[in-house]
T-cell receptor, first 117, second 114 residues
Framework: AQKITQTQPGMFVQEKEAVTLDCTYD???????LFWYKQPSSGEMIFLIYQGSYDEQNATEGRYSLNFQKARKSANLVISASQLGDSAMYFCAMRDLVMNRDDKIIFGKGTRLHILP | DGGITQSPKYLFRKEGQNVTLSCEQN?????MYWYRQDPGQGLRLIYY???????QKGDIAEGYSVSREKKESFPLTVTSAQKNPTAFYLCASRTGTGLGDTQYFGPGTRLTVL
């Protein structure tokens, strides 16, 4: 069965340092997509970055990059030069071909990131 | 501006009452979704709709109902049959049907049953 695991329930990081949020996934499909979302205290889920399983390059979007290691089934989010506004809950999500047929996506339980001044 | 709106932001309900949460989008997306989020948890799918006048149950549909009479609107009714309705409810819509097509979310409604 498809699964997303985020093993870090909470993290504290000093402002301006880089942050890596872990995400491992499980699927038997060769075609799948991985997503990261940010949820600030206001509650809205904000899409950050996407990585397709066949993408040759790691996805990047501004200060966000995705460290995609296919053999290890990991898709870690890297935030460079962290800012106070990065304090939020972060969710990793996945959709594979089987799930896409049913229009489904699964989310991990999230990592709460605290940026310290 | 294009986006998804949800209202109200906070909702209080007495036990035994039905309540309807609003979700509207002007992104011209065909597919819309309702999720429930409990404290410290990820999102669980309640209902989704891929086209007007059609919708499917998600993983936790019991005690909820939806309608999709217009492309822009996908209201969720939390009925008195829902045993633990206090939660944060998020509505989303999706850009397309491809693997990489992203779901975009509204600001959410926090429902509290008194």
């Amino acid at each position: 069965a498809q699964k997303i695991t985020q093993t870090q329930p909470g993290m504290f990081v000093q402002e301006k340092e880089a942050v890596t949020l872990d995400c491992t996934y499980d699927t038997s499909d060769q075609s799948y997509g991985l997503f990261w979302y940010k949820q600030p205290s206001s509650g809205e889920m904000i899409f950050l970055i996407y990585q397709g399983s066949y993408d040759e390059q790691n996805a990047t979007e501004g200060r966000y990059s995705l460290n995609f290691q296919k053999a290890r089934k990991s898709a870690n989010l890297v935030i460079s030069a962290s800012q106070l506004g990065d304090s939020a809950m972060y969710f990793c999500a996945m959709r594979d071909l089987v799930m896409n047929r049913d229009d489904k996506i699964i989310f991990g339980k999230g990592t709460r990131l605290h940026i310290l001044p | 501006d294009g986006g998804i709106t949800q209202s109200p932001k906070y909702l209080f309900r007495k036990e035994g009452q039905n309540v309807t949460l609003s979700c509207e989008q002007n992104l011209n997306h065909d597919a819309m979704y309702w999720y429930r989020q409990d404290p410290g948890q990820g999102l669980r799918l309640i209902y989704y709709s891929q086209i007007v006048n059609d919708f499917q149950k998600g993983d936790i549909a019991e005690g909820y109902s939806v309608s999709r009479e217009k492309k822009e609107s996908f209201p969720l009714t939390v009925t008195s049959a829902q045993k633990n309705p206090t939660a944060f409810y998020l509505c989303a819509s999706r850009t397309g049907t491809g693997l990489g097509d992203t779901q975009y979310f509204g600001p959410g409604t926090r429902l509290t049953v008194l």
